[in-house]
């Protein structure tokens, strides 16, 4: 068996032989299939502008330089990949990490709290964490109640519509749920917004090539977008495909030491698959499982280390937020393998190797 990731694309030959036809085209970087491509998405997101960008990291600075001023203080996770946060210190603004709930989201109770004590907080950056999407009920109750921006990194959720919220961006990493190599793309129904951005991303410059602003060289390829628009087809197939993986583990996994994040969804488009396992009633830690499975060739990861604890983010003296449940929840959270290519016979092999190691494990266990 071929080692399994946590995470892969799904390239097939009509994705290639696209691709090669662009290859031999006359456009390779900015031409048609940049729009084509935007047009897909922002339709799917039932948005009115979108404005392509090389990454998902692109895509969450622009947007924070759009949104942001410098010193504006803003509401996020800290369980979310580093670029979500880092997003707001390129706009030389201010994160404040707000605890997580059980299903590995911000808690947009706690937001509230924080926003009922302090009307100087100007946005919260929000991340549909593994695939769940955000309850968007409450994220319009919050902007309708304070007067606050609102961006959603929709990196793991590529269709969910843009309802309340200002800004949502995306990524089309190959683990995420289109790939377009690199590549990551901003939806707003805000046409100031959009103009800004889409100048931004262009070095700062105006469709008649003035420089208004110090801008990036942040724009999509031609080549990208080809791939793009070829996997944009199959979103709805992919999005079923990890359904089912999901279906399948939670299964699996019922009365065991296993706990999925949370029960089987369909508001959920499973970009990781997260279970929670108590290791302080085991004799075995996070890190050897990750080994010991790597040693069976299967590999999980780890989503999120807090932000906040990473070191950088420690120097500039965070770290010691009151956030109980996200500490409990690193100390629990792993990815298994979840993505359309894998097959029935490599979702069993993970699901008998995991139990495997427990199924030993447990007569080894402090309480058992
Ligand atoms: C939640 C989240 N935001 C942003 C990003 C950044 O996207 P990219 O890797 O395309 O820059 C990622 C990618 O890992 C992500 O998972």
């Known amino acids: 068996m071929n080692f ?25 970087t900015t031409g048609l299939k940049v729009n084509e491509f935007e047009r ?29 001023n ?25 994160p404040i990490f707000v605890d997580i709930c059980e299903d590995g989201s911000i808690d947009l109770d706690l937001c509230e709290e924080i926003l009922k004590k302090d009307a100087t907080i ?31 990194d929709n990196a793991h959720t590529l269709g969910v519509k843009l309802t309340y919220s200002d800004i949502s961006t995306f990524s089309f990493h190959p683990v995420k749920h289109i790939a377009t190599g690199e590549g990551g793309a901003v939806v707003t129904n805000d046409k100031s917004l959009y103009e800004k951005i889409k100048m931004l991303r262009n070095h700062g410059q105006d469709d008649k090539h003035q420089m208004l602003d110090l801008g990036f060289n942040y724009r999509l390829s031609d080549i990208s977008s080809t ?3 070829s996997q944009i087809k199959k979103l709805g197939l992919f999005i079923g495909k990890r359904q089912e993986v999901a ?29 929670r396992i108590d290791f302080s ?22 989503h999120y280390k807090p ?30 393998p979840c993505y359309p290519l894998l097959s029935e016979d490599e979702q069993e092999y993970v699901i008998k190797s995991l139990l495997e190691v427990f199924s030993k494990r447990v007569q080894g266990t402090r309480n058992a």
């Not at 339709?43 to 942001?68: D, F, I, P, Q, R």
């Open 70 to 94: 410098e010193g504006d203080k803003v509401l996020t996770t800290p369980n979310s990949f580093i670029a979500t946060s880092n997003s707001i210190l390129y706009a030389k603004a201010i």
């Open 40 to 68: 897909e998405i922002y339709e799917v997101s039932n948005a009115k502008y979108c404005v392509s960008v090389s990454n998902g990291t692109a895509a969450l600075h622009l947007s924070a330089l759009a949104l942001l």
């Open 307 to 336: 932000i906040n604890k990473q070191p950088y983010y420690k120097n500039l003296g965070y770290g010691s937020e009151n956030t109980p449940m996200m500490d409990k929840y690193f100390q629990e959270c792993l990815s298994l």
């Open 122 to 152: 100007k946005a919260i950056f929000a991340v549909s964490f593994s695939g769940k999407i955000l309850d968007k009920k409450r994220l319009q109750e919050l902007k309708n109640t304070y007067t606050i921006k609102i961006l959603e």
């Open 281 to 302: 009633k085991l004799d075995i830690s996070k890190n050897e499982l990750i080994i010991k499975m790597r040693e069976k060739k299967i590999g999980l990861q780890v």
């Open 247 to 275: 279906k399948r583990y939670d299964k699996a996994f019922e009365n065991t030491i296993v706990k999925p994040l949370y029960k089987f969804t369909e508001t959920s488009l499973y970009h990781l698959y997260v279970v």
């Open 227 to 229: 791939l793009g628009l």
């Open 4 to 28: 399994i990731p946590y995470g892969k694309q799904t390239i097939e030959e009509e994705d290639v032989s696209n691709f090669i036809d662009t290859l031999k085209s006359d456009f390779l």
